[in-house]
Each structure stands twice: as structure tokens, then as C-alpha cells.
DNA sequence: ACCTGAACACCGTTCAAGT
DNA sequence: ACCTGAACACCGTTCAAGT
């Protein structure tokens, strides 16, 4: 006699992802084991099996691994933007606002682990300028820019190459970022400590 | 009649690798395939082959896949290491020996992607203070410390914490690598022009 | 001591088929 | 339109066995 066949170990839920609301919860799902188990961790199978779908459900949302992860990227890239400008205008678009603006990069690198290491580590090929990707990493590069060019034109900053000026502050903060991930920076304090000692560092250089 | 046997394509040699040297083999060849195709692209049956071995040899000479990476990381930190200490000790130990230093570390890091990924991609776990890879990645760290403390002494840097200081100073070159790995700094000429700039504006400070 | 071959559990991806 | 199940080629790792 056929018991009811909702046997299943955990009770899939009937048919919840059948709006577009899949994607979302693919990539939410993506960002977690990352942040969790590192991103070898990550497989499509498991992703599925989470979300009490089947493995190859994935296929009708993105390309294929790498276009999930393209996803990811893109919308890490959109958030970081987001802290930048939203850390930047809170605090008076001046010298304190962009020392907001640092604390905030480096911030956002600590809190989602699992996003910064699909934007920087060699997980997208650098390719494709117009790609969703590039776009969304241009438009948060752009945020420090148009700071930069803000700052220099009330004369608080000296007027170099606002692209060059731009590159080297991003290499700053990316790099603390990475110090910070790779667990060189232990606590948080020593992290926000760091990040303070450089924006002091920054302003007035290292020669004496 | 047998043609002297330096054939090659094909062809398996015999058992070259009895006395150690299929260890340091293997370990060059995963770094030629990380920097030819990509960490993702890494595979020890790959590398087995590639070297006319049983896929499983390797298992005498690494734990496994993760001991492989953590040999290339160690193996990368010592190689950046000679590079900055070589630098530096080549320019007279002053300041133009410190930017020869900032140079030399640029300049591994593009002409070693397969090292430099593996050692800051995240693939070895941060864990253990006197695992083999953080001991070389300490090592170089304090080539760093070595020659800005050294610099303190004769009056040409302020004196500030001298760790403080590496970091501030590490995160910069370490973050123009990774925006020329990522492609954000498509010339050799850009990256080096970059360098330039970073050196000058990390003496002077950006404030106006 | 060093290497092999078969085996196991797992993976990304494709594709015909179901609703 | 969206999802499933079976299938394929591939992977890391183990282990008994060979020299």
C-alpha cells in the first residue's frame, strides 16, 4: 500500500520559486556557503538541494556556475557602491565624509566575505568591458571619483589625476580589505585601527 | 634502430622522477596550469598526466589537493621575499631602495599570477600561526619591517609603529597587484606608471 | 620507498520529458 | 514558462597490490 508520497527527509516546500523569486534565492544561497565554507565549497547540486529544488533547476535562471557567480559579483559591486555614496553623504561630502567613505569600503569587505571574494578573486575572467560585471564594478570605481574630483575642487585634496589619485586610494583600502580577510588584521579593532592610521598616513605622507 | 631518446612529445620517461623530484615537478606544473588557465582549472589527474604519472603519485609527495596549494603559497612567499630583499639591497637602502622594493613587489605579483593567486586568493585557510605558509608570508612581511625600520634609524621616514607602518605600506602595492590582475590596469605601462605615482603620493600625503 | 589500477562518492552540464 | 530525472564525462581520494 503507496504511503502518501511526501515521504521526503525534510518536506520540500510544493512550488514557492515559481516568480522569478528563484534567482534571488539561488544567489542568497550562493553568498551563504561561501561566506561560510570558502568558495570551493560551493556547488550547484547543493544550492538545489537547499532550496528543495532540483539540481539542475539552476539552468533556467543563469548560464551556467559562472554566470552565478557573475551575479554575484555584479551585485556585490552594487552594494559596495551603495555603502561608499551612502557613508560619503551622511557625513558632509568633506575630509570627514571620505574617511567615512574608506571605513565604509573596508567595512563592507569584512561583513560580506562571501561577495568580496567573488568580486577580486579571479573568479570572473577580467574580459568584457560592457559585461554586467564590469559595469557594476566601473559604476562603484566611479563613487570614489566623483569624490575625489568633489574634494579637489573645494581644494581639500591635491589636483593630480583624478583617475590616478583614485586608483591609488582604491589600492589602500582594497589592500587593508585583504589584510583583513586573510586574517592578518585578527580582531576588528586592529582592522578599524589600521584603516585610521591610514587615512592619517594618506593626508600627509611618510617622509620626514 | 633507437633514435636517441630525447623524443618528447609523447613518449613517457621511464621513471625520472625517483629522488624527490617529482615533488618540485608537480609543484610547477600546477603553478604553469594556475597561470595559464586559471585556479579552477587545476586538476592533480591533470597534472599527472601532464607529468606521464599515475594520477595518484602525488598522494606520496602532498597530503592532497589543499597541501599542493599550500607548497605554491609558501613557495611564492619566499620567491617575493628574495625579490624584495634582492631590491633593496641593490639600491643602496635608502629611499630609492625602498621604492625599488615597492616595484620589485608589483612586478612579482604580475610576473607570478599562479603564486600570487593561490597565496591571497583565500585557497589556503588562515588557521595556524606556524603552519609553513605562514612563517614564509611572515618572512617576507618582515623584509618590510626590516628595511622601515632600518630607514627610521637614519631620519628618513617618520617614526611611527613600524608594524603599523608595513601594513599601511603593504596594502598599497598589494592592492595596485590585484587591480593589475584584475585587468583594471591593462598596460605593463600603466601598472608601472601607477607605481610612480603611489611612491610619490605615499612620501608626500594627498592633503593640499 | 615509490608508483599503479580499480573503485567510490561527488561534481557540472545536457537533454528529453513532464506540468 | 518552469522544473525534473536520467545520463555523461569528469573530479578528489582511498586502498590493496605491484616493483
Not at 568580486?119 to 564590469?134: A, H, I, L, R, T
Not at 580589505?177 to 598616513?201: C, F, I, K, Q, W
Request: proline residues 5%; hydrophobic residues 45%.
Amino acid at each position: 500500500m503507496p504511503r502518501p508520497r511526501l515521504s521526503r527527509p525534510a518536506r520540500k516546500p510544493p512550488s514557492r520559486y515559481h516568480h522569478g523569486d528563484l534567482a534571488h534565492a539561488m544567489l542568497q544561497e550562493a553568498v551563504r556557503t561561501i561566506q561560510k565554507q570558502g568558495i570551493a565549497a560551493l556547488t550547484l547540486r547543493g544550492v538545489g538541494e537547499r532550496l528543495g529544488v532540483s539540481r539542475t533547476a539552476l539552468y533556467r535562471h543563469f548560464a551556467d556556475k559562472q554566470g552565478l557567480l557573475a551575479a554575484v559579483a555584479a551585485e556585490g559591486f552594487r552594494m559596495l557602491r551603495a555603502a561608499l555614496v551612502e557613508a560619503w553623504d551622511a557625513r558632509g561630502r568633506g575630509r570627514e565624509g571620505f574617511e567615512a567613505m574608506g571605513a565604509a569600503y573596508v567595512r563592507f569587505a569584512v561583513a560580506h566575505t562571501g561577495h568580496y571574494r567573488v568580486m577580486f578573486g579571479g573568479v570572473v575572467p577580467p574580459g568584457n568591458e560592457d559585461c554586467e560585471v564590469s559595469v557594476a564594478g566601473g559604476d562603484a570605481f566611479q563613487a570614489l571619483v566623483d569624490a575625489i574630483v568633489e574634494q579637489q575642487q573645494r581644494g581639500l585634496i591635491v589636483s593630480d589625476d583624478p583617475l590616478q589619485l583614485a586608483r591609488y586610494i582604491w589600492s589602500v583600502v582594497h589592500g587593508i580589505s585583504m589584510l583583513a580577510l586573510d586574517g592578518l588584521l585578527p580582531t576588528p579593532a586592529e582592522a578599524e585601527a589600521l584603516v585610521r592610521y591610514a587615512n592619517e598616513r594618506l593626508r600627509t605622507g611618510i617622509a620626514q
